[in-house]
């Protein structure tokens, strides 16, 4: 049985695993190439999903709207299966726009992470947000950050049920929402209300696709982004 929860601290673990094992085959062979393999403390993929649960658990404590879907198995217990994470206006400091270059500069980076890609691919991410969105980028909206599933509970249902959640809460606070989409993920976010702005982009050598969702608006409410 499945059911969502906010993601604590604990989860990161998890969390950091499940990031590793979703983005194998686009973003994490750019991240963490082969040639860089052998600079690894111990081996490249132990020290991505150390990076990546670190990374979720240095954002859950900066506010970070974070969940995850959890598997009760039959011996009674669980496991996490999927994650989300949003930025929202609430958990950016006032005044200020979502800095997404920053993201490279805050953890300590593993040796087996090709630095330059990271801040070459949030540097682009940073761009492409402000030329579709203008010069407040997300800061007014929800933005997904990462959605990731374990690849072996595909088609459950989970990257599904975390989107939906998130938009609800967006709708409920008024508010719009904005991705970058991988290929993969472009279906489920088209077929969740999403609309691609823009053209597509690249990511290292990965197609990437900026998407926009609207939520429904009443007749005479104040727009607020």
């Known amino acids: 049985m499945l059911t969502l929860r906010e993601a604590t601290v604990a989860d990161s673990p998890r969390i950091g695993v499940i990031g590793r094992d979703s983005f194998g085959p686009t973003l994490s062979r750019i991240l963490f190439p082969a040639h860089l393999h052998h600079l690894a403390r111990t081996d490249a993929a132990t020290e991505e999903a150390e990076w990546r649960a670190a990374r979720n658990t240095r954002r859950i404590k900066d506010g970070k709207k ?3 879907v959890v598997d009760k198995l039959e011996d009674g217990s669980e ?3 999927g994650y989300a994470q949003w930025e929202t206006p609430d958990s950016l400091p006032p005044t200020a726009k979502p800095q997404t270059a920053s993201e490279t500069e805050v953890d300590v980076l593993p040796p087996s992470l090709d630095q330059d890609a990271l801040k070459e691919i ?3 991410m940073e761009v492409v947000t402000e030329q579709t969105l203008g010069k407040e980028g997300h800061s007014q909206m929800w933005y997904l950050m990462i959605l990731g599933v374990d690849p072996t509970q595909k088609r459950r249902g989970i990257g599904k049920m975390l989107v939906k959640h998130g938009l609800e809460q967006a709708a409920r606070e008024k508010r719009d929402a904005f991705l970058i989409a991988t290929p993969e993920g472009k279906y489920l976010y088209s077929l969740l209300g999403f609309e691609q702005v823009g053209e597509e982009i690249a990511l290292g ?3 990437h696709y900026a998407m926009l ?3 429904p608006r009443e007749e005479g409410e104040e727009v607020l982004n």
């Open 66 to 68: 974070t969940y995850v």
């Open 79 to 81: 496991q996490i299966v």
């Open 122 to 124: 949030f540097g682009l």
């Open 205 to 207: 050598d990965v197609a």
């Open 213 to 215: 969702w609207k939520r």
